[in-house]
Nanobody, 114 residues
Framework: QVQLVESGGGLVQSGGSLRLSCAASGSIFSSSTMGWFRQAPGKQRELVATITSGGYTNFAASVKGRFTISRDNAKNTVYLQMNSLKPEDTAVYFC????????WGQGTQVTVSA
């Protein structure tokens, strides 16, 4: 069983920064593609960024150049550094791990005020 626990969300002003962390339990972390998704009220969950076990990254067009994703396999943790935040980044952010099946965290709220 894999458990993902996100942290680091909160309230920030437009233009500010936040760093989200996701700590994973279990032995599959290093071989998993890790990702961050987000869901705003009334909208579908959308991909934000992913990072493969080999370190290859992929970003949604809306966050490219502002967000970075990284992983520390020794700590079983994946990070999402979010800079130049905009009000439209406001959402619940979910960590994911894909290894045969998809695992999800419980989500952390990010609110960006104008």
């Amino acid at each position: 069983q894999v458990q993902l626990v996100e942290s680091g969300g909160g309230l920030v002003q437009s233009g500010g920064s936040l760093r989200l962390s996701c700590a994973a339990s279990g032995s599959i972390f290093s071989s998993s593609t890790m990702g961050w998704f987000r869901q705003a009220p009334g909208k579908q969950r959308e991909l934000v960024a992913t990072i493969t076990s080999g370190g290859y990254t992929n970003f949604a067009a809306s966050v490219k150049g502002r967000f970075t994703i990284s992983r520390d396999n020794a700590k079983n943790t994946v990070y999402l550094q979010m800079n130049s935040l905009k009000p439209e980044d406001t959402a619940v952010y979910f960590c994911s791990a894909r290894h045969l099946v998809m695992y999800w965290g419980q989500g952390t709220q990010v609110t960006v005020s104008a």
